[in-house]
């Protein structure tokens, strides 16, 4: 089944839950990818972030590992590893990166981009999340929360992408 549009960047597909952002920032192409790639920066604009601790690497890269706390379901706690990692010298270049976190219960895998747009960038943040085994029974459930919580933080990264003016 193809991608059916929904509200607010919203799109479902076969059987999963799927959250598509995308969002226009003045910031340059290596700032707003650092928005989305590193993810200790998470926290200041995803409200379904409680806490990131880096368990490897140095900030976003190839093989950074991150303990992501989310507060739905409370307290639960998955470890991302960056699987793929595009951000070449030339600022004006698309930069992509592939997140992934993979427990016995489902899978959240996570393609975030910055590309060069008129007056900053584009930052898309796709976001897949897939029951496992018969827990697919409840993905219809699953879609509604999803999309609430993308929603909510599309909102959350589109006010960290548009930084505040500097008075004069």
């Known amino acids: 089944m193809p991608p059916v549009a929904g509200t607010a960047g919203r799109f479902y597909r076969g059987g999963m839950a799927r959250y598509v952002a995308r969002v226009h920032s003045s910031l340059p192409v290596p700032e707003a990818f650092a928005l989305v ?5 998470f926290e200041a604009w995803d409200p379904g972030v409680s806490r990131v601790t880096q368990v490897a690497g140095s900030g976003a890269g190839p093989g950074a590992t991150f303990d992501v706390t989310v507060t739905l379901p409370p307290g639960l706690t998955l470890r ?3 699987e793929e990692f595009d951000a070449p010298v030339d600022p004006k270049r698309p930069r992509e990166a592939l997140l992934v976190a993979r427990t016995p219960l489902f899978s959240s895998v996570d393609r975030v981009s910055a590309v ?3 007056d900053g960038s584009l930052i898309t943040y796709d976001a897949d999340v897939r029951l496992a085994g018969p827990l697919r029974l409840g993905d219809l459930g699953l879609r ?3 999309g609430w919580i993308g929603g909510r933080a599309e909102n959350g990264l589109r ?3 548009t930084p505040a003016p500097v008075a004069a």
């Open 37 to 41: 790639a590193d993810m200790r920066r």
């Open 116 to 118: 060069p747009a008129p």
């Open 159 to 161: 006010e960290a992408a």
């Open 144 to 146: 509604v929360v999803f």
């Open 80 to 82: 991302y590893v960056t």
